[in-house]
């Protein structure tokens, strides 16, 4: 089984700050990562994915990916309180399953 | 386009009735995964298939869980007999597998009570 750690959390952060969320995974065969947004009671849908190392901006959020050192993260520029969600990090093996992160809970204090 | 669909959206049962989810991918997606989130175990993957095929299942819990794929527009996951550790809401999720991109779709989810 793949395992993939999430800074445990829960974040809060104010409103128009960085919030940083952190995830390292242990398959080193792993090629493909992604971030999921899970709003309470909602299912999990995707914000980014990245496959290269380095940075990857898409509007507000900016991924990470070093593979040397088996880990991503994500950025969330500017918070804004619709940014309250939990964050699963997601690791695609080489069998196409993907393994997810047990989730950070980000709350942006208006 | 519509997304992933599933229903029901809600079932509430009693221990030792068969539960069926059903699902139905977004149209032209070769690969179908069910999946089961609880607050102590996460997000698990309990099956997937691939051009309607079973490709692993090494996640489903036991005997008592089953899902078939009959073609590429509908998916089901059996629970006989149901029991309140089944309690979790599943989702369905499907993705066009190319490569190395592989986005997974979720659907709305299933949020299962077995009393």
């Known amino acids: 089984q793949k395992e993939v750690e999430q800074n445990s959390g829960p974040l809060s952060v104010p409103e128009g700050a960085i919030a940083s969320l952190n995830c390292t995974y242990s398959?080193?065969?792993?090629?493909?990562f992604f971030w999921y947004r899970q709003y309470s009671g909602k299912s999990p849908e995707l914000i980014m994915s990245?496959?290269?190392?380095g940075d990857k901006e898409d509007g507000r959020f900016t991924a990470q990916l070093n593979k040397a050192s088996q880990y991503v993260s994500l950025l969330i520029r500017d918070s804004q309180p619709s940014d309250s969600a939990t964050y699963l990090c997601?690791?695609?093996?080489?069998?196409?399953?993907?393994?997810f992160g047990a989730g950070t809970t980000v709350t942006v204090r208006a | 386009d519509a997304g992933v669909i599933q229903s029901p959206r809600h079932e509430v049962t009693e221990m030792g009735q068969e539960v069926t989810l059903r699902c139905k991918p977004i149209?032209?997606?070769?690969?179908l995964f069910w999946y089961r989130q609880t607050m102590m175990r996460g997000l698990e993957l309990l099956i997937y298939?691939?051009?309607?095929?079973?490709?692993?299942d090494s996640g489903m819990p036991e005997d008592r869980f089953s899902a078939k794929m009959p073609n590429a527009s509908f998916s089901t996951l059996k629970i006989q007999p149901s029991e309140p550790r089944d309690s979790a809401v599943y989702f369905c999720?499907?993705?066009?597998?190319?490569?190395?991109?592989?986005?997974?779709?979720f659907g709305p989810g299933t949020r299962l009570l077995v009393l």
């Open positions: 999720a499907s993705s066009l597998q190319t490569g190395q991109a592989v986005t997974q779709y």
């Open positions: 398959d080193r065969v792993s090629q493909s």
């Open positions: 990245i496959y290269s190392n």
């Open positions: 997601a690791v695609l093996g080489g069998d196409y399953k993907l393994s």
């Open positions: 149209s032209g997606h070769n690969s």
């Open positions: 298939f691939n051009n309607n095929v079973p490709i692993d």
